[in-house]
C-alpha cells in the first residue's frame, strides 16, 4: 500500500507536504489499515457523490467503525491542519461530501449499528451510517417506521440524513428529517464528543439538535443519532390520478391543499419521467400516453379515509383528470412507491447526465412557476423532466444532458440559475431537501442578504471556529459569484473539456 | 468613567439617538422582572427595532425584551439591565395566504389575533400558549406550548421562517414562507427558545393546519388517580387520531376543573377530539364508553382554563418524561402535595405549588426529575431561589458552546442578561 | 473530447447510463461487507469509466474489484437505469486478461481447469469420477491436507459424488405422461450433469409428469458461464456457438435447464455471439419457469416439511425469475414456506469465486446463513449447483438441520411420495 500522495491536490498550503506520511501513519494507527484508503484510484472513486458536475479526490479516506475512532481521526486532522469531510453513503446531490483539496474523507458506512429500539417510547438509537429504510425494515414487526423517507432511502444513511435535514415524499404529512430527531452525540470540529438533545424531544435551554439538522456536515460529525419512531398508520390508500399535463395535476393538488386536506405525501411524475420509470426494473404500469400523474396517498384512521378519497376524485375529475385508480393491495402501493423513488436514477436512460434541481415554491405558485421552468428548458433547448413533491411545492426539474458537450452542460448551468431565480421571485427558496452543498453555495445570494450568510457564520464559528470541518460548503464562497461562468465554479475539473 | 454614571449618560444618550417617538425615560422606581427600568424602547417597525439594537449596542446598554409579558419570569434570573425593549408595536399579520395555508405575522401580534383571524378562514394556528396577551414573537422566543401539543407538536415544527435583528441592529432573515426548506442554517430553531437572548424576532411565518370540521370537548372524573392515570396513560396506544389534545390533572389544579371536594384523591382527565365528523364521533363514543366522560359545551372554555393552570403556581416545573416513565413520575409529585397536569401524549408534566415550602418542594422535583431521567425547566421560581440554580438544568459539556454562540451573537451581552442556559 | 480506450469501449458505453444515483449500494455484498466505495456496483462502474477515460489504471485497483466482485448482479436488479452491469463485468475481466494483468498462480490453475477439463464432458466425467472413489476411500481428506489452500476448500464443497450408475447418462428421450403438453429439450450442462445427476434425473421425471416429452440432445457442451466469469469470454462464445448449433437441429417448445448459472448464460448468448445465439437465447427458461408458466399439475403425494427457498442470482438478478419457485413449492401439500431475511443476496458461491476468494466468500456465506439460520428450515431449496455446494457448506459449518435441495426434487418427492 502506498502513502498519500498530497502534492497534487494540496492547495494553499493546506497540507503539510512532509507531514503527509505521519498523518496517514497516524490514521492507519487509528482504524487499521484496512480502514485506510490512500491509493490514487481508491481516492479517484470518492472524488464526487451524487451530484457528479463536479470532483476532487482527497488525500485519505477513512472508516472508523466506533465514536472514540471518529473523534481520534478528527484529532489527527486537527494536529495535522487538515480539512475533513463527512461522507455517508454519498447519495446526496448537492455534493455535501464532496472532498475539498487536501482533505480527509470521513466515511461512516461501516458504523451501521442500530444501537437500541424502544418500542414503549417510540425511539431507536442508531450509528450514522446505518442505511434509511434498514431501521424501518428493522422495526416494522413492532407497528413502527421511521418517516423520513428520501427517494435514495434504500442506500442512503440516518448520519447523511441529519447533515442534510432529508425529506421525501411523506415529508408532506410527517415532516422532515429534522422532526424525527431528539438527540446526537457528535464529534465536534476540536475532537470532543459532546451530546445535543435528549431522548424525550424536550431538552430544556437551546435547541441545539434543531440547530444540528441540516447543517450539512459543517458543524461537526453525528455519531449516534437518537431518532423517533411513528406508528404505522392503521389505514393507507393510495390513489394514481391520471392528468393531461402536469399544470392540470399542479392545480389539483393545490385545491387538495387548500381545502384542507392533508394527505401523507402528493408527488407528480411527468410525461417523460413516466416513460423512463416504466422502460426500467421499476416499471409500475404508469400509463404512458398520460401527460403527468399524481400519486397521492392517504393514510390514518381507517373510518375517515373514505370521505377523503372522495373528495380527491371530486378534485381530480374538476382538473380533467382521466382517471383514478387506488391501489388494489400492497403489492402495487409498493410498485407506485418504486416507480417514484427509481425514478432519479432511471434518468440515465435518457442521456449520460443529470443534473437534479430542487427548489420550492408557495403551493399556489406551481403551476406558473412549472410553466416558466419548461419555458426555460425549451429555450435553452434541453432535455426537461419532472418529478416533485408536488404537495410541498417541492420541484425537482431535472434536465438530461451530457456533459462531454460542452456547449450544452454551459446552457444547463445557465438554464439552472434561471430556474433558480424563477422559483425565489416566486417567493420560494433554492433548496428543500437537497442541500446547499457545493452545488447552489454561490446562489445563496439569491435568497440572503449578506447580513443574513453572517448570522449563519455565528453558528457555525460557535461550532467550528477554524472552519476545517466540511470547509467550502453550504456558505457562498468569497472567490466567486452567483454570475461567474461555469468553469470558475469549479466546473474545469469535468473530465473531456 | 464609573460605571454608574456612564450607564446613565448612555440611557440618555440611547433615548435622544431614537427620539420621543421611540424611547421614553421611564419614571423612577419602575421594575420589570426584578430588575429596575430607565428606558422604555416601544419600536414601530422593523427599522426602528434596528436602530434601538444599534444603539444599545453602540452604547453597550443591556435591556430586557418582552412581547405580551405573560412569561416574564421564564429563564435565570435577569442581570442588570437600563431598560425593556417591547415588541408590541411591531403588531399586525403581514400576510395571509389563505390558498397555502402559510401565514407571515409581526413579532407583537398576539397569538389570539392570529388565531382568530385564521379559523375564520378555515386554518388554524399550531400554537396553544397560555396569557391571553401572549404575542407571537413571545410564544416563539419561549417556545410556548398548550395543550394541543399532542397534536401540534411544538411549535418549532411550524415555524417556516423568520426575521430576526440580531443585537448589533443587522436585520436578518433566516428559512421563508415555505413548507419545506433546507436554504442555508435552521436558525429559527436555534432562535425558538432562545429567550430572546441571541436576536429579536420582528416577524415570522407560520405554517398552518387546516381546522377541523368539528371539536368536541369532554372531561372524566375519576375517583382516583391510579384509574385515572391507567387510563390517560394509555391513550396513545389506543390509537384515537382525532385526539388533538388530553390532559390529566390531579391535586388543587382537579378541583378547579370540577373534580368533586371531597374527592381528595381524584382526578380529571380532560379531552379534545378533533378532525372529520366520522372519526371524532367514534372517539368521542369510545371515551363515554370507557371512562362515562361528559361532553362540555364549548362556552365552558375548559382548555383555556387548563392553559391558565398550567401556567399558574408560584413554584411550577415542567419535566418533559418518556411515556413509559410518565407513571412513576407522578405520584411522587403527588405526594409532595404538587398540583400534576399531564400531557401525556406530549410527554409533558407540570408540577404546580402555590404554598408548598420552597426548599424542600424543590428537592422533590430534583429528585424525581433524576429518578425518570426527565428533562427538567424550572420555569416558575420565587426570586430569592431563582439565583442559587440555573433553571435548564446544568449545561455540562455543552457550557463552553453555549457561551460560544452568546458571546457571537451578543457580544456586547445586551439581550436578556443572564437570561439563557449556562449564560449565568 | 478525447475517445475512451478502444477495448474498453462498449464498456464505457454503459458507464454512460449511470447517474451515479447509488440505489446499488445496499444489493452490494461485497460493499456491505467492507463499507467501501471501491467495493461497490457504483465504485467499479466509476473506475470502469475512469479505465476507459484514461483517469485510472486498467490493471490496478479494478482489476482487483473486477475479480473481488461476486457477479451476482444484484445491482442490476436495483439499478434504475438498467446499467448492463454484468456484461460489463464480464469484458471488463476478459480486457484485464487479454492485457495479461491477472497471473496469479490460482488464476492460471482456475482457467486450465476451466479450459481443458469442465469445457469436456468426458475429462470431466473422468476427474468427477475418480473424486467420487477418492470420496469413498476417505482419500480425499488425506489429500486436503497436502493441497494449497484454495484447492482445499474446493473439495470441501464438493457434496458426496453419485456412485456410477447413479451417474449414468440421462435417457435421450423421455416420454410424456398423461396428456401430452408440449415437447422440450433439456440441457444438461456440465458439473451439474456429474455430480448433480440425481437432481437431472428429478427434473427429467418432473417434465415428464407435467405432460412433457423431454429430449436430451446429444453433443451438448459446457455453457459458458465460468469461462466467461473468469475472464475467459473468448472461450464462452466456442461453447455457446457449439450450443447453438446443437439446439438449433431441432425445433423444440423451450430449451429447460436446472442451473440458474447455466441458464442465464445461455440467455446471454445473444449477447455473446449476436445473431446466432439469439434463436437459443429466445428459447432457454428455467424449469420453475417454465413449469410454473404452463402450469403445474397437482403432486399427488406430499412433502412434509418446512422449507426456505433461497434465490440463485443467476435466476433472480440474472433471468429475473423470483415468484415463480416459490409458487411451484406453495402447491406441494404438507409444504410450508418459510421466508427468510435475504434470499435475494448472493451466498458467496459466484461460480469459482469461493475458491478464488475465499475471505469474501466466507464473509459473504456468513451473512446468509444468519439469515437462513434464524428462519430454522428442515430444507433449504436453491437452483443452482454453485449455491447448493456453498449453502451446503454453510449448513455443515454451522451444525445446523437442514438438508440442501433442489425445488425440483421436492416437486419430484411429492410425485412420487404417496399422499
Given at each position: 500500500?502506498?502513502?498519500?500522495?498530497?502534492?497534487?491536490?494540496?492547495?494553499?498550503?493546506?497540507?503539510?507536504?512532509?507531514?503527509?506520511?505521519?498523518?496517514?501513519?497516524?490514521?492507519?494507527?487509528?482504524?487499521?489499515?484496512?480502514?485506510?484508503?490512500?491509493?490514487?484510484?481508491?481516492?479517484?472513486?470518492?472524488?464526487?457523490?451524487?451530484?457528479?458536475?463536479?470532483?476532487?479526490?482527497?488525500?485519505?479516506?477513512?472508516?472508523?467503525?466506533?465514536?472514540?475512532?471518529?473523534?481520534?481521526?478528527?484529532?489527527?486532522?486537527?494536529?495535522?491542519?487538515?480539512?475533513?469531510?463527512?461522507?455517508?453513503?454519498?447519495?446526496?446531490?448537492?455534493?455535501?461530501?464532496?472532498?475539498?483539496?487536501?482533505?480527509?474523507?470521513?466515511?461512516?458506512?461501516?458504523?451501521?449499528?442500530?444501537?437500541?429500539?424502544?418500542?414503549?417510547?417510540?425511539?431507536?438509537?442508531?450509528?450514522?451510517?446505518?442505511?434509511?429504510?434498514?431501521?424501518?425494515?428493522?422495526?416494522?414487526?413492532?407497528?413502527?417506521?421511521?418517516?423520513?423517507?428520501?427517494?435514495?432511502?434504500?442506500?442512503?444513511?440516518?448520519?447523511?440524513?441529519?447533515?442534510?435535514?432529508?425529506?421525501?415524499?411523506?415529508?408532506l404529512k410527517y415532516g422532515a428529517t429534522t422532526d424525527h430527531v431528539l438527540a446526537v452525540e457528535v464529534v465536534m470540529p476540536d475532537g470532543e464528543i459532546l451530546r445535543l438533545g435528549s431522548p424525550t424531544g424536550a431538552a430544556s435551554g437551546l435547541d441545539l439538535v434543531g440547530a444540528f439538522v441540516g447543517s450539512e456536515g459543517t458543524l461537526g460529525i453525528a455519531t449516534e443519532v437518537t431518532v423517533r419512531l411513528t406508528a404505522l398508520p392503521e389505514a393507507i390508500e393510495t390513489l394514481l390520478v391520471i392528468f393531461p399535463d402536469v399544470v392540470t395535476a399542479c392545480r389539483a393538488v393545490g385545491e387538495v391543499i387548500g381545502t384542507g386536506l392533508v394527505p401523507a405525501a402528493m408527488e407528480i411524475l411527468d410525461q417523460r419521467t413516466i416513460a423512463a420509470v416504466e422502460d426500467s426494473v421499476y416499471a409500475a404500469g404508469l400509463p404512458r400516453d398520460a401527460g403527468a400523474v399524481l400519486i397521492c396517498e392517504l393514510d390514518g384512521a381507517a373510518v375517515s379515509l373514505d370521505p377523503q378519497v372522495e373528495r380527491i376524485r371530486e378534485i381530480a375529475r374538476a382538473n380533467q383528470a382521466s382517471d383514478v385508480r387506488v391501489a388494489e393491495d400492497e403489492t402495487q402501493r409498493a410498485q407506485f412507491w418504486k416507480a417514484r423513488?427509481?425514478?432519479?436514477?432511471?434518468?440515465?436512460?435518457?442521456?449520460?447526465?443529470?443534473?437534479?434541481?430542487?427548489?420550492?415554491?408557495?403551493?399556489?405558485?406551481?403551476?406558473?412557476?412549472?410553466?416558466?421552468?419548461?419555458?426555460?428548458?425549451?429555450?435553452?433547448?434541453?432535455?426537461?423532466?419532472?418529478?416533485?413533491?408536488?404537495?410541498?411545492?417541492?420541484?425537482?426539474?431535472?434536465?438530461?444532458?451530457?456533459?462531454?458537450?460542452?456547449?450544452?452542460?454551459?446552457?444547463?448551468?445557465?438554464?439552472?440559475?434561471?430556474?433558480?431565480?424563477?422559483?425565489?421571485?416566486?417567493?420560494?427558496?433554492?433548496?428543500?431537501?437537497?442541500?446547499?452543498?457545493?452545488?447552489?453555495?454561490?446562489?445563496?445570494?439569491?435568497?440572503?442578504?449578506?447580513?443574513?450568510?453572517?448570522?449563519?457564520?455565528?453558528?457555525?464559528?460557535?461550532?467550528?471556529?477554524?472552519?476545517?470541518?466540511?470547509?467550502?460548503?453550504?456558505?457562498?464562497?468569497?472567490?466567486?459569484?452567483?454570475?461567474?461562468?461555469?468553469?470558475?465554479?469549479?466546473?474545469?475539473?469535468?473530465?473531456?473539456? | 468613567?464609573?460605571?454608574?454614571?456612564?450607564?446613565?449618560?448612555?440611557?440618555?444618550?440611547?433615548?435622544?439617538?431614537?427620539?420621543?417617538?421611540?424611547?421614553?425615560?421611564?419614571?423612577?422606581?419602575?421594575?420589570?422582572?426584578?430588575?429596575?427600568?430607565?428606558?422604555?424602547?416601544?419600536?414601530?417597525?422593523?427599522?426602528?427595532?434596528?436602530?434601538?439594537?444599534?444603539?444599545?449596542?453602540?452604547?453597550?446598554?443591556?435591556?430586557?425584551?418582552?412581547?405580551?409579558?405573560?412569561?416574564?419570569?421564564?429563564?435565570?434570573?435577569?442581570?442588570?439591565?437600563?431598560?425593556?425593549?417591547?415588541?408590541?408595536?411591531?403588531?399586525?399579520?403581514?400576510?395571509?395566504?389563505?390558498?397555502?395555508?402559510?401565514?407571515?405575522?409581526?413579532?407583537?401580534?398576539?397569538?389570539?389575533?392570529?388565531?382568530?383571524?385564521?379559523?375564520?378562514?378555515?386554518?388554524?394556528?399550531?400554537?396553544?400558549?397560555?396569557?391571553?396577551?401572549?404575542?407571537?414573537?413571545?410564544?416563539?422566543?419561549?417556545?410556548?406550548?398548550?395543550?394541543?401539543?399532542?397534536?401540534?407538536?411544538?411549535?418549532?415544527?411550524?415555524?417556516?421562517?423568520?426575521?430576526?435583528?440580531?443585537?448589533?441592529?443587522?436585520?436578518?432573515?433566516?428559512?421563508?414562507?415555505?413548507?419545506?426548506?433546507?436554504?442555508?442554517?435552521?436558525?429559527?430553531?436555534?432562535?425558538?427558545?432562545?429567550?430572546?437572548?441571541?436576536?429579536?424576532?420582528?416577524?415570522?411565518?407560520?405554517?398552518?393546519?387546516?381546522?377541523?370540521?368539528?371539536?368536541?370537548?369532554?372531561?372524566?372524573?375519576?375517583?382516583?388517580?391510579?384509574?385515572?392515570?391507567?387510563?390517560?396513560?394509555?391513550?396513545?396506544?389506543?390509537?384515537?387520531?382525532?385526539?388533538?389534545?388530553?390532559?390529566?390533572?390531579?391535586?388543587?389544579?382537579?378541583?378547579?376543573?370540577?373534580?368533586?371536594?371531597?374527592?381528595?384523591?381524584?382526578?380529571?382527565?380532560?379531552?379534545?377530539?378533533?378532525?372529520?365528523?366520522?372519526?371524532?364521533?367514534?372517539?368521542?363514543?369510545?371515551?363515554?364508553?370507557?371512562?362515562?366522560?361528559?361532553?362540555?359545551?364549548?362556552?365552558?372554555?375548559?382548555?383555556?382554563?387548563?392553559?391558565?393552570?398550567?401556567?399558574?403556581?408560584?413554584?411550577?416545573?415542567?419535566?418533559?418524561?418518556?411515556?413509559?416513565?410518565?407513571?412513576?413520575?407522578?405520584?411522587?409529585?403527588?405526594?409532595?402535595?404538587?398540583?400534576?397536569?399531564?400531557?401525556?401524549?406530549?410527554?409533558?408534566?407540570?408540577?404546580?405549588?402555590?404554598?408548598?415550602?420552597?426548599?424542600?418542594?424543590?428537592?422533590?422535583?430534583?429528585?424525581?426529575?433524576?429518578?425518570?431521567?426527565?428533562?427538567?425547566?424550572?420555569?416558575?421560581?420565587?426570586?430569592?431561589?431563582?439565583?442559587?440554580?440555573?433553571?435548564?438544568?446544568?449545561?455540562?459539556?455543552?457550557?463552553?458552546?453555549?457561551?460560544?454562540?452568546?458571546?457571537?451573537?451578543?457580544?456586547?451581552?445586551?439581550?436578556?442578561?443572564?437570561?439563557?442556559?449556562?449564560?449565568? | 473530447?478525447?475517445?475512451?480506450?478502444?477495448?474498453?469501449?462498449?464498456?464505457?458505453?454503459?458507464?454512460?447510463?449511470?447517474?451515479?444515483?447509488?440505489?446499488?449500494?445496499?444489493?452490494?455484498?461485497?460493499?456491505?461487507?467492507?463499507?467501501?466505495?471501491?467495493?461497490?456496483?457504483?465504485?467499479?462502474?466509476?473506475?470502469?469509466?475512469?479505465?476507459?477515460?484514461?483517469?485510472?489504471?486498467?490493471?490496478?485497483?479494478?482489476?482487483?474489484?473486477?475479480?473481488?466482485?461476486?457477479?451476482?448482479?444484484?445491482?442490476?436488479?436495483?439499478?434504475?437505469?438498467?446499467?448492463?452491469?454484468?456484461?460489463?463485468?464480464?469484458?471488463?475481466?476478459?480486457?484485464?486478461?487479454?492485457?495479461?494483468?491477472?497471473?496469479?498462480?490460482?488464476?492460471?490453475?482456475?482457467?486450465?481447469?476451466?479450459?481443458?477439463?469442465?469445457?469436456?464432458?468426458?475429462?470431466?466425467?473422468?476427474?468427477?469420477?475418480?473424486?467420487?472413489?477418492?470420496?469413498?476411500?476417505?482419500?480425499?481428506?488425506?489429500?486436503?491436507?497436502?493441497?494449497?489452500?484454495?484447492?482445499?476448500?474446493?473439495?470441501?464443497?464438493?457434496?458426496?459424488?453419485?456412485?456410477?450408475?447413479?451417474?449414468?447418462?440421462?435417457?435421450?428421450?423421455?416420454?410424456?405422461?398423461?396428456?401430452?403438453?408440449?415437447?422440450?429439450?433439456?440441457?444438461?450442462?456440465?458439473?451439474?450433469?456429474?455430480?448433480?445427476?440425481?437432481?437431472?434425473?428429478?427434473?427429467?421425471?418432473?417434465?415428464?409428469?407435467?405432460?412433457?416429452?423431454?429430449?436430451?440432445?446429444?453433443?451438448?457442451?459446457?455453457?459458458?458461464?465460468?469461462?466467461?466469469?473468469?475472464?475467459?469470454?473468448?472461450?464462452?462464445?466456442?461453447?455457446?456457438?457449439?450450443?447453438?448449433?446443437?439446439?438449433?437441429?431441432?425445433?423444440?417448445?423451450?430449451?429447460?435447464?436446472?442451473?440458474?448459472?447455466?441458464?442465464?448464460?445461455?440467455?446471454?448468448?445473444?449477447?455473446?455471439?449476436?445473431?446466432?445465439?439469439?434463436?437459443?437465447?429466445?428459447?432457454?427458461?428455467?424449469?420453475?419457469?417454465?413449469?410454473?408458466?404452463?402450469?403445474?399439475?397437482?403432486?399427488?403425494?406430499?412433502?412434509?416439511?418446512?422449507?426456505?427457498?433461497?434465490?440463485?442470482?443467476?435466476?433472480?438478478?440474472?433471468?429475473?425469475?423470483?415468484?415463480?419457485?416459490?409458487?411451484?413449492?406453495?402447491?406441494?401439500?404438507?409444504?410450508?414456506?418459510?421466508?427468510?431475511?435475504?434470499?435475494?443476496?448472493?451466498?458467496?458461491?459466484?461460480?469459482?469465486?469461493?475458491?478464488?476468494?475465499?475471505?469474501?466468500?466466507?464473509?459473504?456465506?456468513?451473512?446468509?446463513?444468519?439469515?437462513?439460520?434464524?428462519?430454522?428450515?428442515?430444507?433449504?431449496?436453491?437452483?443452482?449447483?454453485?449455491?447448493?455446494?456453498?449453502?451446503?457448506?454453510?449448513?455443515?459449518?454451522?451444525?445446523?438441520?437442514?438438508?440442501?435441495?433442489?425445488?425440483?426434487?421436492?416437486?419430484?418427492?411429492?410425485?412420487?411420495?404417496?399422499?
Amino acid at each position: 500500500m502506498s502513502t498519500p500522495d498530497p502534492s497534487p491536490h494540496a492547495a494553499e498550503g493546506s497540507l503539510p507536504g512532509s507531514g503527509g506520511d505521519a498523518l496517514a501513519a497516524r490514521l492507519r494507527a487509528i482504524v487499521g489499515s484496512d480502514g485506510l484508503l490512500v491509493r490514487d484510484d481508491e481516492l479517484f472513486v470518492y472524488e464526487c457523490d451524487g451530484l457528479t458536475l463536479e470532483a476532487c479526490r482527497p488525500t485519505a479516506v477513512v472508516l472508523p467503525e466506533t465514536t472514540a475512532q471518529v473523534a481520534a481521526v478528527v484529532r489527527a486532522c486537527r494536529a495535522a491542519g487538515v480539512p475533513f469531510v463527512p461522507r455517508g453513503a454519498g447519495t446526496g446531490l448537492s455534493g455535501g461530501a464532496h472532498p475539498v483539496p487536501g482533505s480527509v474523507v470521513i466515511e461512516c458506512s461501516r458504523m451501521k449499528k442500530i444501537l437500541a429500539v424502544d418500542a414503549e417510547n417510540r425511539t431507536a438509537v442508531v450509528q450514522p451510517g446505518v442505511v434509511n429504510a434498514d431501521l424501518s425494515d428493522a422495526i416494522q414487526h413492532l407497528g413502527l417506521f421511521y418517516a423520513p423517507d428520501p427517494s435514495s432511502q434504500l442506500a442512503c444513511t440516518i448520519g447523511g440524513n441529519v447533515a442534510e435535514n432529508s425529506g421525501g415524499p411523506h415529508t408532506l404529512k410527517y415532516g422532515a428529517t429534522t422532526d424525527h430527531v431528539l438527540a446526537v452525540e457528535v464529534v465536534m470540529p476540536d475532537g470532543e464528543i459532546l451530546r445535543l438533545g435528549s431522548p424525550t424531544g424536550a431538552a430544556s435551554g437551546l435547541d441545539l439538535v434543531g440547530a444540528f439538522v441540516g447543517s450539512e456536515g459543517t458543524l461537526g460529525i453525528a455519531t449516534e443519532v437518537t431518532v423517533r419512531l411513528t406508528a404505522l398508520p392503521e389505514a393507507i390508500e393510495t390513489l394514481l390520478v391520471i392528468f393531461p399535463d402536469v399544470v392540470t395535476a399542479c392545480r389539483a393538488v393545490g385545491e387538495v391543499i387548500g381545502t384542507g386536506l392533508v394527505p401523507a405525501a402528493m408527488e407528480i411524475l411527468d410525461q417523460r419521467t413516466i416513460a423512463a420509470v416504466e422502460d426500467s426494473v421499476y416499471a409500475a404500469g404508469l400509463p404512458r400516453d398520460a401527460g403527468a400523474v399524481l400519486i397521492c396517498e392517504l393514510d390514518g384512521a381507517a373510518v375517515s379515509l373514505d370521505p377523503q378519497v372522495e373528495r380527491i376524485r371530486e378534485i381530480a375529475r374538476a382538473n380533467q383528470a382521466s382517471d383514478v385508480r387506488v391501489a388494489e393491495d400492497e403489492t402495487q402501493r409498493a410498485q407506485f412507491w418504486k416507480a417514484r423513488k427509481g425514478a432519479f436514477g432511471a434518468m440515465g436512460r435518457l442521456a449520460p447526465d443529470l443534473y437534479v434541481h430542487d427548489a420550492v415554491v408557495p403551493r399556489a405558485k406551481l403551476p406558473e412557476v412549472i410553466a416558466q421552468v419548461c419555458e426555460i428548458a425549451d429555450r435553452h433547448r434541453l432535455r426537461l423532466s419532472n418529478v416533485f413533491h408536488a404537495g410541498d411545492g417541492n420541484l425537482h426539474p431535472n434536465i438530461s444532458f451530457d456533459r462531454r458537450d460542452e456547449d450544452e452542460l454551459g446552457r444547463v448551468i445557465q438554464a439552472g440559475g434561471e430556474i433558480l431565480a424563477a422559483c425565489v421571485a416566486a417567493g420560494g427558496v433554492i433548496t428543500g431537501e437537497h442541500g446547499v452543498g457545493v452545488e447552489k453555495r454561490d446562489y445563496l445570494p439569491l435568497v440572503f442578504s449578506e447580513a443574513d450568510l453572517d448570522a449563519m457564520r455565528r453558528l457555525r464559528a460557535a461550532f467550528d471556529p477554524d472552519l476545517v470541518c466540511n470547509p467550502g460548503k453550504a456558505f457562498p464562497t468569497t472567490r466567486f459569484c452567483a454570475e461567474s461562468n461555469p468553469k470558475a465554479r469549479g466546473y474545469d475539473q469535468v473530465p473531456f473539456e | 468613567m464609573s460605571e454608574a454614571s456612564g450607564a446613565v449618560h448612555s440611557v440618555q444618550a440611547v433615548q435622544q439617538e431614537l427620539g420621543a417617538d421611540v424611547a421614553s425615560m421611564q419614571a423612577p422606581g419602575q421594575e420589570l422582572a426584578g430588575q429596575r427600568i430607565e428606558l422604555s424602547l416601544r419600536p414601530r417597525d422593523g427599522a426602528e427595532l434596528a436602530s434601538c439594537l444599534r444603539a444599545l449596542s453602540e452604547h453597550e446598554q443591556p435591556v430586557v425584551v418582552t412581547g405580551g409579558c405573560t412569561r416574564m419570569g421564564l429563564g435565570n434570573r435577569l442581570g442588570d439591565v437600563a431598560g425593556v425593549l417591547s415588541t408590541e408595536r411591531l403588531s399586525g399579520i403581514v400576510e395571509f395566504d389563505e390558498q397555502d395555508g402559510v401565514l407571515q405575522a409581526m413579532a407583537g401580534t398576539r397569538v389570539s389575533e392570529v388565531a382568530a383571524a385564521v379559523v375564520a378562514r378555515g386554518w388554524e394556528l399550531p400554537v396553544d400558549p397560555p396569557g391571553g396577551t401572549t404575542t407571537i414573537g413571545g410564544a416563539i422566543a419561549t417556545a410556548a406550548t398548550g395543550p394541543r401539543r399532542h397534536h401540534y407538536g411544538p411549535l418549532r415544527r411550524s415555524i417556516l421562517g423568520l426575521d430576526v435583528v440580531l443585537a448589533s441592529g443587522e436585520r436578518t432573515r433566516c428559512g421563508g414562507r415555505v413548507v419545506k426548506n433546507v436554504t442555508g442554517y435552521d436558525l429559527a430553531k436555534l432562535y425558538a427558545g432562545s429567550l430572546g437572548t441571541l436576536g429579536v424576532i420582528e416577524s415570522a411565518w407560520l405554517r398552518l393546519r387546516p381546522a377541523p370540521e368539528e371539536t368536541r370537548t369532554l372531561v372524566a372524573v375519576f375517583a382516583s388517580d391510579a384509574s385515572g392515570r391507567a387510563f390517560a396513560l394509555g391513550l396513545e396506544a389506543a390509537r384515537r387520531d382525532s385526539v388533538r389534545a388530553a390532559a390529566l390533572v390531579s391535586g388543587a389544579p382537579a378541583a378547579e376543573l370540577g373534580a368533586p371536594t371531597g374527592h381528595a384523591a381524584g382526578c380529571v382527565l380532560v379531552v379534545e377530539c378533533a378532525g372529520d365528523p366520522g372519526s371524532v364521533a367514534r372517539d368521542a363514543d369510545w371515551l363515554v364508553a370507557e371512562t362515562g366522560a361528559r361532553a362540555v359545551p364549548e362556552e365552558a372554555r375548559l382548555l383555556g382554563r387548563l392553559r391558565e393552570l398550567q401556567g399558574s403556581g408560584r413554584l411550577r416545573a415542567r419535566l418533559a418524561v418518556l411515556p413509559s416513565k410518565l407513571s412513576r413520575t407522578l405520584t411522587p409529585l403527588a405526594d409532595a402535595g404538587f398540583g400534576v397536569i399531564v400531557y401525556p401524549g406530549a410527554g409533558f408534566v407540570y408540577a404546580v405549588a402555590e404554598d408548598v415550602e420552597n426548599a424542600e418542594a424543590l428537592a422533590t422535583v430534583d429528585a424525581v426529575a433524576s429518578d425518570v431521567c426527565a428533562d427538567l425547566l424550572i420555569e416558575a421560581i420565587p426570586d430569592e431561589a431563582r439565583g442559587a440554580r440555573d433553571v435548564f438544568g446544568d449545561p455540562g459539556a455543552a457550557a463552553p458552546l453555549l457561551r460560544s454562540l452568546k458571546e457571537r451573537f451578543d457580544p456586547h451581552r445586551i439581550l436578556n442578561p443572564g437570561r439563557g442556559q449556562g449564560f449565568r | 473530447m478525447k475517445e475512451p480506450i478502444k477495448e474498453l469501449a462498449s464498456v464505457y458505453q454503459g458507464t454512460l447510463d449511470c447517474v451515479h444515483c447509488g440505489l446499488c449500494l445496499t444489493s452490494c455484498p461485497t460493499y456491505l461487507a467492507t463499507g467501501r466505495e471501491t467495493s461497490s456496483p457504483r465504485g467499479r462502474v466509476y473506475l470502469m469509466r475512469g479505465a476507459a477515460e484514461g483517469r485510472v489504471e486498467l490493471t490496478g485497483l479494478l482489476a482487483e474489484e473486477a475479480h473481488l466482485c461476486l457477479g451476482c448482479r444484484a445491482c442490476e436488479t436495483a439499478c434504475p437505469a438498467g446499467v448492463p452491469y454484468g456484461a460489463m463485468l464480464e469484458e471488463t475481466r476478459a480486457v484485464l486478461q487479454a492485457s495479461g494483468a491477472r497471473t496469479s498462480m490460482a488464476a492460471r490453475l482456475e482457467r486450465g481447469l476451466l479450459r481443458n477439463v469442465v469445457a469436456h464432458k468426458n475429462r470431466l466425467r473422468a476427474v468427477v469420477g475418480l473424486l467420487g472413489f477418492a470420496q469413498r476411500l476417505g482419500l480425499d481428506r488425506l489429500a486436503a491436507r497436502l493441497l494449497p489452500a484454495s484447492l482445499r476448500d474446493a473439495l470441501a464443497l464438493m457434496p458426496r459424488v453419485p456412485s456410477g450408475p447413479d451417474r449414468a447418462p440421462l435417457p435421450e428421450t423421455t416420454p410424456a405422461q398423461g396428456e401430452r403438453r408440449g415437447r422440450v429439450a433439456f440441457f444438461t450442462g456440465c458439473l451439474m450433469s456429474e455430480v448433480f445427476a440425481p437432481v437431472q434425473q428429478a427434473t427429467v421425471r418432473v417434465l415428464a409428469a407435467n405432460g412433457f416429452e423431454v429430449v436430451v440432445p446429444a453433443g451438448q457442451g459446457c455453457c459458458g458461464a465460468l469461462h466467461a466469469h473468469a475472464g475467459d469470454l473468448e472461450h464462452a462464445r466456442g461453447l455457446a456457438r457449439h450450443n447453438a448449433a446443437v439446439f438449433g437441429r431441432d425445433d423444440f417448445d423451450a430449451i429447460l435447464l436446472d442451473s440458474a448459472g447455466c441458464g442465464a448464460a445461455m440467455r446471454e448468448a445473444g449477447h455473446w455471439i449476436p445473431g446466432e445465439g439469439d434463436a437459443m437465447a429466445s428459447k432457454v427458461r428455467d424449469v420453475c419457469e417454465f413449469l410454473d408458466a404452463v402450469g403445474l399439475r397437482t403432486p399427488t403425494g406430499r412433502y412434509d416439511a418446512r422449507v426456505c427457498y433461497d434465490d440463485p442470482c443467476h435466476l433472480v438478478h440474472g433471468q429475473g425469475v423470483e415468484a415463480a419457485p416459490r409458487r411451484l413449492l406453495r402447491q406441494v401439500p404438507g409444504l410450508e414456506l418459510v421466508a427468510h431475511a435475504n434470499p435475494t443476496r448472493c451466498c458467496g458461491a459466484a461460480g469459482t469465486y469461493n475458491l478464488t476468494q475465499p475471505e469474501m466468500s466466507a464473509i459473504v456465506l456468513a451473512d446468509k446463513m444468519d439469515a437462513l439460520c434464524a428462519a430454522d428450515p428442515e430444507v433449504i431449496a436453491t437452483g443452482n449447483p454453485g449455491c447448493m455446494m456453498q449453502l451446503a457448506k454453510g449448513v455443515a459449518g454451522r451444525g445446523a438441520r437442514a438438508r440442501v435441495v433442489h425445488p425440483v426434487e421436492i416437486l419430484d418427492a411429492a410425485y412420487r411420495t404417496p399422499a
